[in-house]
């Protein structure tokens, strides 16, 4: 059989002929960045795709982050998980923010709801929960907890394209969502992101952020960043929108294939599916148990890899394990005993719209060897 290499992702790219032609309208109005006609149909779009109000397009996922706590004015302490990408707690760090971790449910693996009241202290002004492999956080819960104490609560929501719950999307919870279109993510721009919000003069508020403060050509009204996403990037955000949908259907596909094929072995497990959750498939995460499995995650791991398949082991370590914040109070593993557990346990296999059957099998086959 031949040997090439079956990665986690592999990004989808539109027909070349699809971006040629819009490269072409690039090239003949001249427009390259700054609200380009592109850019805003992609917002226009978006907000009809996704079922939201407000969305404001960044250029990349991290800098969305780190601007929606600007444009909330975040300070002191806020709530979050470790169990994340690191970029979630660096857009705190950026902004001088301590971040206070606590543990993750261990059945929806998001932050754990009945965890928030005891963290919140007098300095702790948000919570940051993370939608994590696009399973909706308990927001009911978070909702209520956030009034009751009067926090903002910003989502991160770079796994939760398209997710509703209950035909609600979840990019309408919280006080403001934030989106990766990262080339991993299942909607890509290349790089990309954006800010979902639910008012216009919080979209103005975000806008003015992202291109230095500028209200108009004279007119500067905060200390702003350069956070916009160009031309090009909105051209593919555009023709990715064309696919998504069966991108994701495609998604669904392998994911459904995966739980038939390894769910009767002992000691592999999945994250469970959620009740009216419309889900988007962008990872598959699977656990493995050392015990009852025979060897370890990180055996298994290395069996995949000598068979060119490269699984990834998202989220470890937890980001509470990383330099900069391992010497936090909240960051001791003992109290974090779910996050440190799924973190031991957790693969996340191949997932993309083209994955071939075969491939799919030898993954299979790979974890009976
Ligand atoms: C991808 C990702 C980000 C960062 O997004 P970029 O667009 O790569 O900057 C943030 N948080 C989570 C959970 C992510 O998966």
């Given at each position: 059989m031949e040997n090439k290499n079956i990665y986690v992702t592999k990004p989808f790219l539109p027909p070349l002929e699809e971006f040629n032609q819009y490269l072409e309208q690039i090239w003949a109005n001249g427009q390259l960045t700054n609200n380009g006609p592109f850019h805003q149909k992609l917002e226009k779009e978006l907000c009809e795709h996704l079922?939201?109000?407000?969305?404001?397009?960044?250029?990349?996922?991290t800098l969305a982050l780190i601007t929606a706590l600007q444009a909330l004015k975040i300070s002191g302490e806020v709530i979050t998980t470790?169990?994340?990408?690191?970029?979630?707690t660096h857009s705190l760090?950026?902004?001088?923010i301590k971040p206070i971790f606590i543990d993750i449910d261990p059945v929806t693996l998001n932050l754990d709801p009945d965890k928030i009241e005891k963290a919140i202290t007098p300095a702790t002004t948000a919570i940051m929960p993370v939608h994590v492999y696009g399973t909706p956080c308990d927001t009911d819960k978070i909702k209520r907890i956030s009034d009751k104490y009067n926090l903002k609560v910003i989502y991160d929501a770079a796994h939760a394209f398209g997710v509703t719950k209950n035909g609600i999307p979840v990019l309408n919870q919280g006080d403001l969502s934030i989106l990766s279109f990262h080339a991993t993510k299942v909607f890509n721009t290349f790089e990309g992101g954006a800010i979902v919000c639910k008012d216009k003069q919080m979209k103005q508020h975000i806008d003015d952020l992202k291109n230095?403060?500028?209200?108009?050509?004279?007119?500067?009204?905060?200390?702003?960043?350069?956070?916009?996403?160009?031309?090009?990037?909105?051209a593919m955000g555009l023709l990715q929108l064309k696919y998504v949908d069966g991108n994701i259907i495609k998604r669904k596909a392998i994911a459904d294939k995966y739980r038939s094929g390894l769910g009767d072995i002992p000691g592999i497990s999945f994250l469970d599916e959620i009740e009216g959750v419309k889900h988007n498939y962008s990872y598959f995460p699977v656990f493995i148990d050392e015990n009852s499995y025979g060897r370890s995650r990180d055996e298994l791991y290395e069996e995949l890899k000598r068979n060119n398949i490269f699984g990834r082991r998202y989220f470890y370590p937890l980001i509470s394990m990383f330099s900069p914040y391992n010497k936090l109070s909240s960051a001791a593993p003992e109290l974090l005993p779910c996050a440190v557990k799924a973190s031991n346990e957790v693969i996340c296999l191949p997932i993309y719209p083209d994955l071939a059957n075969e491939d799919v099998l030898k993954i299979i086959k790979t974890f009976k060897q």
């Open positions: 079922g939201i109000e407000y969305i404001s397009l960044f250029s990349n996922g470790p169990f994340s990408f690191v970029a979630t760090w950026w902004n001088n230095f403060g500028f209200r108009d050509e004279t007119t500067v009204v905060e200390p702003g960043i350069n956070a916009k996403m160009n031309e090009l990037q909105a």
